[in-house]
């Protein structure tokens, strides 16, 4: 069992304080995240497979006509790095 309760500015967690979530991506990877409380992400997991297939699909395209590998990419405010490990294939670092 676990347990998070917030009042007042203070935290009880009994257990663990993150939930592992699980995207599968329509080009057949399935992304696992420790979503930890208290971090950004997206909270609707349909709406993150959706987003991280559309940004995979541009990256992809945007890359396609680059020497592999050759591309580097920087995300900013990216919360717990959801996208940053989605497109990570796609660059050079």
């Known amino acids: 069992v676990q347990v998070l309760g917030r ?3 203070v935290l ?6 993150y939930v592992i979530e699980r995207l599968p991506l329509s080009d057949g990877r ?4 420790r979503q930890v ?3 950004f992400s ?3 997991g349909r709406i993150a497979i959706s987003t991280l297939d559309w940004l995979c ?9 680059a020497p592999p ?9 990216c919360g717990n790095g959801n996208h940053t490990v989605a497109l990570a294939p796609f ?3």
Do not use: K
């Not at 399935?30 to 995240?33: D, E, T």
């Not at 699909?57 to 006509?65: F, K, L, N, P, Q």
């Not at 590998?69 to 920087?74: A, I, K």
């Open 37 to 39: 409380e208290g971090s």
């Open 30 to 33: 399935v992304l696992q995240y």
């Open 91 to 93: 660059f050079r670092r």
């Open 69 to 77: 590998q050759s591309m580097d990419l920087l995300e900013l405010y």
């Open 12 to 17: 009880r967690v009994v257990g663990r304080d």
């Open 7 to 9: 009042s007042r500015g």
């Open 42 to 44: 997206n909270p609707n």
């Open 57 to 65: 699909s541009v990256c992809r395209d945007i890359t396609a006509a």
